[in-house]
């Protein structure tokens, strides 16, 4: 599986905006580059995903560099609910191979300050 | 809607014993995935279905874990003769052919 790098911890001040970096300098050209986050005592859930344009989602936005080593998810505006470990996550979509499973990382620890 | 439920929450067993998880997926989720999360770390893939269908086990990490979805719908992960090793979040997560995962909220095993 190709592998994603990210930081262990990010910190913000609630009302700014946050942005995620994540690198994968060996993404192949048919993966899709996912996010999910994980809240404290829950499980992950889905943020975003994209493949080479920059996504938009009531949640956050995914912006893919142009030759797609390396990918920041931008939270707009943080607020303390948005304290959680983010993931991203590659994961192909060629249906014969093993793209059902998610490999998830350590991820990056987000704190927000009030 | 209902979303992925788990039971029990929280599992507290002595070792040696067996265990069964149980996974009930949101309704017309053909796919059903379950994984291990120890403390801070991210999940771990277990094992996955499509239908009743058991696609891929490679996960699983030793003959002591088998995982059962007879008729495509709710999944039990068990453990048998557990060790203490064995401690962790179990995570089941439906979806979807091919999309996003839904996860469950989580069993909680403690093996003593």
């Known amino acids: 599986d190709a592998k994603t790098t990210q930081p262990n911890s990010m910190e913000s001040n609630e009302e700014e905006p946050v942005h995620l970096p994540c690198n994968h300098s060996t993404i192949s050209g048919t993966d899709y580059i996912h996010w999910y986050r994980q809240l404290p005592s829950q499980g992950p859930e889905y943020v975003i995903h994209?493949?080479?344009s920059n996504v938009n989602n009531r949640m956050a936005s995914l912006a893919i560099a142009e030759d797609r080593k390396s990918s920041t998810l931008i939270l707009h505006r943080a607020t303390l609910r948005d304290a959680a470990v983010y993931y991203c996550i590659l994961r192909g979509s060629n249906s014969g191979g093993s793209n059902y499973k998610l490999t998830f990382g350590k991820g990056t620890l987000l704190t927000v300050n009030p | 809607g209902a979303g992925v439920s788990q039971s029990p929450r929280y599992k507290v067993t002595k070792r040696g014993q067996d265990v069964a998880l149980r996974c009930d997926p949101i309704?017309?989720?053909?796919?059903l995935y379950w994984y291990r999360q120890a403390l801070g770390q991210g999940p771990e893939f277990l094992t996955y279905f499509n239908y009743e269908a058991q696609q891929d086990k490679s996960g699983l990490p030793n003959d002591r874990f088998s995982a059962e979805r007879p008729e495509g719908s709710i999944s039990t992960l068990t453990i048998q003769r557990t060790e203490q090793r064995d401690s962790a979040m179990y995570r089941c997560a439906s979806s979807p052919p091919q999309d996003t995962q839904y996860f469950g909220p989580g069993t909680r095993l403690t093996v003593l």
């Open positions: 309704s017309g989720h053909v796919s």
């Open positions: 994209g493949l080479t």
